[in-house]
């Protein structure tokens, strides 16, 4: 079952502007991830963050958790055309055995030349 | 990392018939995953694959309707049996080491006329 939540599920704006995902979680985890897809192909990881870190970086992209409220933060600086994907958060969860994640609903990612 | 060739990329399908799914990794992997994402959704966990053991499916998934073949390290089948057009999907193979990113395959969307 998905336990994660996005907002907003479709996200519009403008090349330059920042792009901003939140994603919310319901239980403990070891990490979450945040992935890429573009029009229905494989998916493509971007970043993950442990579940003792507060904020990474990467390129263009930062992303924080918050594990006392159980969300996560996607954001993307200065955006471009080619940004526009899908963007699922995944949660790898403590009660969880083996290496399965839990995908969030996604957020649908429109950049506009 | 892992490079995941997933086949076949996209297929149309006849009610009734069966599909095979292949996806052939460049490393051994001890897990493989199958997701099932429908239109403008998340990704769903079908099952787990492990090699030289029955799969693990999750609830609402049967081995009669999706059985999966795992005959060595590198490699994976999943057929989608007697179709119906609500198993028009796209199909995910994924692999992950330890609790680190996951790698997927193209993925295969299928349409079931």
């Known amino acids: 079952s998905q336990q994660g939540e996005e907002d907003p599920q479709a996200l519009s704006i403008q090349e330059g502007e920042n792009a901003t995902m939140n994603c919310s979680y319901k239980?403990?985890?070891?990490?979450l991830q945040w992935y890429r897809q573009n029009s229905g192909r494989g998916l493509v990881h971007l970043i993950l963050i442990r579940s003792n870190e507060r904020e990474k970086h990467s390129g263009r992209l930062r992303v924080t958790l918050d594990t006392s409220k159980k969300s996560s933060s996607l954001l993307i600086t200065a955006s471009r055309a080619a940004d526009t994907a899908s963007y699922f958060c995944a949660t790898d969860d403590r009660e969880t055995s083996g290496s399965r994640l839990t995908f969030g609903e996604g957020t649908q990612l429109t950049v506009n030349p | 990392s892992a490079v995941i060739s997933q086949k076949p990329s996209r297929d149309i399908c006849q009610r009734g018939t069966s599909l095979t799914i292949q996806c052939q990794v460049d490393s051994q992997v001890t897990m493989m995953f199958w997701y099932r994402q429908q239109p403008g959704q998340s990704l769903t966990l079908i099952a787990t694959?492990?090699?030289?053991?029955?799969?693990?499916?999750e609830s609402g998934f049967v081995i009669d309707k999706f059985p999966i073949s795992r005959p060595n390290l590198t490699f994976s089948t999943l057929t989608v049996s007697n179709m119906s057009p609500e198993d028009s999907s796209i199909y995910l193979c994924?692999?992950?080491?330890?609790?680190?990113?996951?790698?997927f395959g193209q993925g295969t969307r299928l349409t079931v006329v």
């Open positions: 239980t403990s985890i070891n990490n």
């Open positions: 694959a492990n090699q030289g053991s029955e799969a693990t499916y």
């Open positions: 994924s692999v992950r080491t330890g609790r680190t990113e996951a790698f």
